[in-house]
């Protein structure tokens, strides 16, 4: 049984965090779940930023986040600091948001919060799913982790504040340290990250465990088509 987790955040700032997933978590997970695969989906490989100097390319890039998201299977884990991420145009989020039926009430969104809008905050059922990662840091890091502007800021803000009001107590809070020009403590981030997925996967892998071999196979078959009929559009 294998599930893909789709991981959402800004990039530059998260680049600590999600190495230690791909290379601490995903191994922990799965030694700790046996029968249940895990990877985690990390679009920094997987998109040509160039891209998103053009408006086909812009397209292009949020078409890949979403669909990846359709194709991924919760839980999905989001991981915010102090930027907002990058904004396309308002033209280009109307049009995303109509294709993939997202009510939006307001159009001016980075990529990062029209991920998390549309694989948690505009379904229950993904929201349910869905684990939630403050960061914070104490010191004074470089700009890059710090927010855009004045503008920036106020939209993560919003989008923070919505998460909480939604989610009650679920979101995880966490402090890194910035010393010696690097980001210091985040195996702790690891460990919690790891602890709350186990718990969360490990209902349905007792599920699968208690399986004949029959029921597994036609598991796999109905994991795959359902994946397949995720990414699926009618022209």
């Known amino acids: 049984m294998h599930k893909s987790i789709f991981v959402s955040s800004t990039f530059r700032d998260f680049q600590t965090e999600r190495n230690l997933i791909q290379n601490q978590v995903e191994l922990q ?13 990390d679009l920094r490989w997987g ?6 100097e053009s408006e086909s390319g812009s397209r292009k890039v949020l078409d890949v986040c979403l669909d990846e998201i359709d194709r991924c299977q919760p839980p999905m884990v989001v991981i915010l600091g102090y930027r907002y991420g990058w904004i396309p145009s308002q033209t280009l989020v109307e049009t995303t948001a109509n294709r993939y ?16 809008e549309y694989g948690a905050l505009a379904d229950p059922a993904r929201l349910k799913n869905t684990l939630f990662y403050f960061r914070e840091i104490q010191g004074t890091p470089p700009a890059d982790f710090l927010p855009e502007d004045a503008a920036h800021a106020a939209r993560l803000e919003t989008l923070k504040n919505r998460i909480r009001q939604l989610t009650g107590d679920r979101v995880r809070t966490y402090t890194l340290r910035w010393e010696q020009d690097q980001l210091l403590g985040a ?5 919690m990250l790891c602890q709350d997925l186990a718990e969360i996967l490990q209902p349905q892998w007792d599920l699968y465990d208690a399986m ?12 795959y088509m359902q994946e397949k009929a995720a990414v699926f559009r009618a022209r």
Do not use: C, G, Y
């Open 101 to 116: 039926a997202l009510n939006l009430d307001d159009l001016e969104k980075s990529v990062t919060a029209l991920e998390i």
């Open 29 to 41: 997970v799965n030694e700790r779940l046996r029968e249940i695969r895990v990877s985690f989906v």
């Open 187 to 191: 195996e702790a981030f690891a460990d």
């Open 47 to 52: 998109i040509d930023t160039s891209l998103l």
């Open 212 to 223: 004949t071999p029959f029921q597994k196979e036609l598991q796999t078959h109905e994991n």
